[in-house]
């Protein structure tokens, strides 16, 4: 990828510096544990409750939010770190008044941020400070350097887990380098396609008992989503599954969720989180993660 150019001419003014911004990750290690189908139905979800919500998506090598709520995306990210675009000429309009930030598909040099590509994401974030309450973090799946750089730097981490081995088992591999090499201590966790709440509780049971044996990290259960034939119906519809079957019960256990997150307090400072989130993202990303 070509070195990043800044947009000329363009004054991005200061980060929001009385407002804070509450800014989650979510991601799960593994593929296939359901990550982005909450991301994109917990964003809508928060924005019923009137947050206004920006949903990245981070998965900047294979995108698909905009494929899930069946978005034309004629610019990406990857417009905004070459400089020909700012981040507000990329934004989409998704349900319920979300914005979405989309990423490349299929674009191997963007499976791996250089320093100056982050600082671009830095600047091209300015544009927003002022316009959101809500950044979700939408991750790729495993543990590489982006989706550690992104992980690390949020206020929040919500790790998605599903009744499979290898879940429970990348899972706990993240939060390990996560809690051992980055100093991150509080994991929140969703047990996805449940076939009952106790499942669910079993599940995090099953991972919380590990991490408090070797890690020292603080797992908190957020609640389970049970398995739903209408979340596979909405994908293929290209529409969130909490506006294709509002009433099922994936979607009502989701609504639960984001309001459980609207109360997580948000810490604040001199600087708003938007800013801290950036700037931790961009040292993380220049220290080699």
């Known amino acids: 990828m070509n070195l990043v150019k800044l947009p000329q001419n363009r004054d991005p003014g200061p980060m929001n510096a009385h407002r804070p911004i509450k800014v989650i990750a979510v991601t799960g290690g593994k593929g296939g544990v359901g990550k982005t189908n909450l991301s994109v ?3 809508i979800a928060l924005a019923e409750l009137r947050r206004r919500v920006v949903l990245m998506d981070a998965d900047l090598g294979l995108a698909n939010v905009d494929v899930l709520l069946g978005l034309q995306a004629k610019h990406t990210i ?33 499976t791996s941020l ?15 400070s002022e316009l959101l309450d809500v950044l979700v973090v939408d991750t790729a799946a495993g543990i590489s350097e982006t989706v550690v750089s992104f992980v690390r730097a949020a206020q929040e981490v919500i790790i998605v887990v599903c009744d499979e081995p290898s879940s429970i088992t990348d899972a706990y591999a993240l939060i390990k380098l996560l809690n051992s090499e980055h100093g991150v201590f509080r994991f929140r966790v969703i047990a996805n396609m449940t076939r009952s709440n106790q499942e669910g509780i079993n599940l995090f049971n099953k991972l919380n008992a590990v991490c408090d044996r070797f890690l020292d990290a603080s797992l908190q259960y957020l609640g389970h989503v049970p398995f739903d034939e209408n979340v596979r119906k909405a994908v293929q519809k290209r529409q969130a599954l909490i506006q294709f079957a509002p009433r099922s019960k994936a979607a009502s256990a989701i609504r639960v969720m984001a309001q459980k997150i609207d109360q997580w307090p948000v810490q604040a400072s001199a600087r708003g989180h938007l800013e801290f989130f950036l700037e931790r993202l961009l040292a993380a990303n220049a220290s080699g993660y």
């Open 78 to 110: 990857t417009d905004v770190l070459d400089g020909s675009k700012g981040l507000r000429d990329i934004l989409l309009n998704g349900p319920a008044g979300i914005k979405v930030v989309p990423a490349s598909s299929g674009v191997q040099g963007m």
């Open 41 to 43: 139905n917990l964003s």
């Open 114 to 128: 250089t320093p100056q590509e982050h600082a671009a994401l830095v600047y091209a974030f300015n544009e927003l």
